[in-house]
């Protein structure tokens, strides 16, 4: 997945623009301006119940063409004191073509700059004038040691795009049941990917898909008896991963034999060091280390609220689910994100200063942030029919909910220092 999506040399990232009508997806951002609006109005409210810390960073993961943080900024202007504390924009993103777009979006003209010796790129943003900052990964993000600046932390469609390991716990006992297994009767198999030339016989063989749907080999591309490809299959003997991985945590260890998860220590690394960005216990300064918390991280993106994913590996082109092995480098790929993962992730180090809320559906997340009387402001303000009618349709895809719609398929889950009340849109009030 790694170097599917970001490899230098090749990466469905690295060379193009995969968004919109033309592209291979389209995302919520994209969708309308209202979703980065009710995004900056959540960020606002936090700061407020924070009692409006003097310094604020804005940190986006995985920004894309940079629309939300382009919202996020714009929506804010008119909360003069907000906007005025807002001292920095930093956005870690692997992609030089996006991030040549997020650029030309949020700063215009403004010459960007590369410092080589930090990994950075810098820039203004047109606006205001803030320094906006690029860093390739969490690694190069600034760590917040003295407490300075209160750090609202953004991932919309982030944590789909990490490379994930999946395993399956096998007998290694005949005679164990499916039952609850001892560590003698049975371990974890990975799966690996595997160079194939499938032969016309296994074109009956099938290849699952997300949701347990199956595509027939036989309906797929003429070529697959032709050309080289690539399959998953699991692993006959242990390997260094299928022994280290599933014992990161005792969720894996109940599960009785058969069972297949899917672990993405990316995603475990990167929660960590976003919340280390929030809690006072990683302040080295003495004072900011005494002092409260502040900032907060909001994750939106698709998977279970409280299960272990499995077999969600899929390939994403001209708007359409692909085999995840048929285009490596030129189809998206993503999986579901383990929220559960991630919240564990967050309270494993830093329990005592936060608090995780939700996955909570992106339908009754919007509603309670008021995109009903948004998108009723922006349908008053269209002069024409056609752009009422647009407004409803975003409006409409955002929150829908029947049929894997996104109002119901995606997810908002916030990680908030424990020294507040319950943020907006998770039960608390504005
Ligand atoms: N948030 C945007 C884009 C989502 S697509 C939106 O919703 O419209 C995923 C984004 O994450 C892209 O900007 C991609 O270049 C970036 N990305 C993917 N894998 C990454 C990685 N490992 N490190 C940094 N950025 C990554």
């Known amino acids: 997945m790694r170097e599917c999506l970001i490899n ?62 382009s919202d996020v900024l714009r929506s804010s202007k008119p909360f003069r004191q907000f906007n005025s504390a807002i001292k920095e924009v930093y956005f870690v993103e692997a992609s030089p073509t996006l991030r040549a777009s997020q650029h030309k979006l949020i700063c215009g003209t403004n010459e960007l700059v590369e410092d080589s010796t930090k990994g950075v790129f810098q820039s203004k943003a047109l606006a205001n004038g803030i320094p906006v900052f690029w860093v390739e990964d969490v690694k190069s993000l600034p760590e917040n040691a003295d407490g300075e600046f209160a750090n609202y932390i953004i991932a919309h469609e982030f944590f789909d795009a990490l490379p994930i390991y999946q395993f399956e716990k096998v007998a290694t006992d005949p005679s164990a049941t499916s039952k609850l297994p001892s560590e003698r009767d049975a371990s974890w198999r990975e799966f690996l990917v ?43 003997n242990w390997t260094i991963a299928s022994r280290i991985i599933p014992k ?20 475990w690394e990167i929660t960590e060091k976003m919340t280390s960005r929030i809690v006072p216990s990683s302040f080295s300064s003495p004072d900011a280390a005494s002092g409260k918390g502040k900032g907060g991280i909001l994750i939106v993106d698709y998977g279970p609220a409280d299960t272990i994913p499995i077999n969600s590996l899929r390939g994403i082109k001209d708007h359409k689910l692909v085999s995840p092995f048929e285009h490596p480098g030129e189809c998206d790929l993503s999986t579901d994100v383990d929220f559960q993962a991630l919240k564990i992730a967050a309270l494993q180090h830093y329990g005592n200063d936060i608090e995780v809320y939700g996955p909570v559906e992106q339908g009754d997340w919007l509603h309670t942030m008021g995109i009903g009387a948004r998108a009723t402001m922006l349908a008053n303000a269209q002069s024409t029919e056609e752009g009422k009618k647009r407004v409803e349709q975003a409006y409409n895809r955002l929150v829908e909910r029947g049929g894997g719609a996104m109002g119901k398929l995606y997810k908002v889950m916030c990680i908030v220092p424990n020294n507040q009340p319950k943020p907006v849109g998770f039960g608390g009030d504005l």
């Open 8 to 69: 230098p040399a090749g990466g469905y990232y690295i060379n193009k623009d995969p968004f919109g009508k033309s592209g291979d997806f389209t995302t919520s951002p994209e969708i309308s301006q209202m979703f980065g609006e009710l995004v900056g109005i959540w960020i606002l409210a936090e700061w407020m119940q924070q009692n409006k810390p003097a310094s604020v960073r804005l940190i986006e993961f995985g920004p894309g063409r940079g629309t939300l943080m």
């Open 248 to 267: 990161t945590h005792e969720r894996y260890d109940k599960l009785p034999i058969g069972s297949k998860v899917e672990i993405c220590p990316d995603a």
């Open 194 to 236: 595997d160079y194939c030339v499938p032969k016309p016989s296994e074109l009956q063989s099938s290849i699952l898909l997300p949701n347990q749907s199956i595509i027939k080999a036989s309906e797929k591309s003429e070529s697959l008896d032709t050309k080289p490809s690539f399959q998953l299959g699991l692993a006959p």
